[in-house]
Every structure is written in C-alpha cells, then in structure tokens.
C-alpha cells in the first residue's frame, strides 16, 4: 500500500468541509424545526440578507421548590446519612455526623450505605428498606463519594 504525503491546502480544506456541513445542517434544522421551508430575503439595498431565526422557545421559567419544605431547625431531628457505593462516601458521612453532633448535640442521626454500584436505591432489592428508613428521616444528608 503506498501512501502519499498531503497538500497543506487539502489539509485544510478536509477540516473545512466537516465546518461547512455542520452551518447548512443547522441552517436547514433551524428552518425545518419553525414549520417555514422557504428562505424568506429581507431586501435591503442592492444585496439581500437573511435572518436566521433561532428554533428554541422563550417560556417562563418554573419556579424552583424542594422536594420537601425546609426545617426550621435542625436541633432535636432525626438526619439521614445517605452514603452511596463509592469508597469515599462513607468517611463524608461520619465527619458529616460528627460535625453536626458538635454543632446540635440533641440531633439523632442514621447511616444508609448503599452498596450496589450505578443504581438508584429504590430500584434495588433494598427499595422497601430505604423507603421506611427514609420515611423516619426528617431530613437526608447525600454524599456522593467522588
């Protein structure tokens, strides 16, 4: 098999033609993406311009709420430790429990280690176990041992 060596220009004209197929594509996307297939010039002079329209909608933004409402004070609540598989997540968590129990001594605090790796508790053989251990919670610390 012979090779041969390429022209710097061909070079760069093989980086181009990707660039190049990438603008009509989002082009032609942005143009089937609003309903309107034909090219509409806005005359303006002796040259014409095309508006490019974007295909992304201007919504409002949903409010952002907890899943639960905030405690008022953490003093005298049961806190769920949740420590994921990684190795990590366990230390987090007891300097996390050791922490708070210097901070609010009357707090009671549960470790749930879950062990199965790149799976949601609730889809584990464990589902019933973490549903009742976090049902007693008042509220969850997660640590992802990263």
């Given at each position: 098999?012979?090779?041969?060596?390429?022209?710097?220009?061909?070079?760069?004209?093989?980086?181009?033609?990707?660039?190049?197929?990438?603008?009509?594509?989002?082009?032609?996307?942005t143009?089937?993406?609003t309903?309107?297939?034909?090219?509409?010039?806005?005359?303006?002079?002796?040259?014409?311009?095309?508006?490019?329209?974007?295909?992304?909608?201007?919504?409002?933004?949903?409010?952002?709420?907890?899943i639960?409402?905030?405690?008022?004070?953490?003093?005298?609540?049961?806190?769920?430790?949740?420590?994921?598989?990684?190795?990590?997540?366990?230390?987090?968590?007891?300097?996390?429990e050791?922490?708070?129990?210097?901070?609010?001594?009357d707090?009671?605090?549960?470790?749930?280690d879950?062990?199965?790796p790149?799976?949601?508790?609730?889809?584990?053989?464990?589902?019933?176990?973490?549903?009742?251990?976090?049902?007693?919670?008042?509220?969850?610390?997660?640590?992802?041992g990263?």
């Amino acid at each position: 098999m012979a090779f041969r060596k390429i022209p710097k220009e061909e070079n760069i004209m093989r980086g181009f033609i990707p660039i190049l197929a990438m603008t009509v594509f989002t082009i032609m996307a942005t143009f089937s993406c609003t309903g309107d297939t034909s090219v509409k010039p806005v005359k303006d002079g002796p040259e014409y311009q095309y508006e490019v329209l974007s295909p992304w909608a201007e919504v409002d933004p949903i409010p952002l709420r907890g899943i639960s409402p905030r405690l008022d004070s953490v003093s005298g609540k049961k806190i769920g430790l949740f420590a994921n598989f990684k190795r990590a997540a366990r230390p987090i968590q007891a300097e996390v429990e050791r922490r708070l129990k210097e901070r609010f001594a009357d707090i009671e605090t549960s470790l749930f280690d879950s062990r199965l790796p790149n799976v949601t508790e609730t889809e584990t053989v464990n589902k019933e176990k973490f549903t009742a251990w976090a049902k007693e919670m008042d509220a969850v610390i997660a640590a992802v041992g990263d």
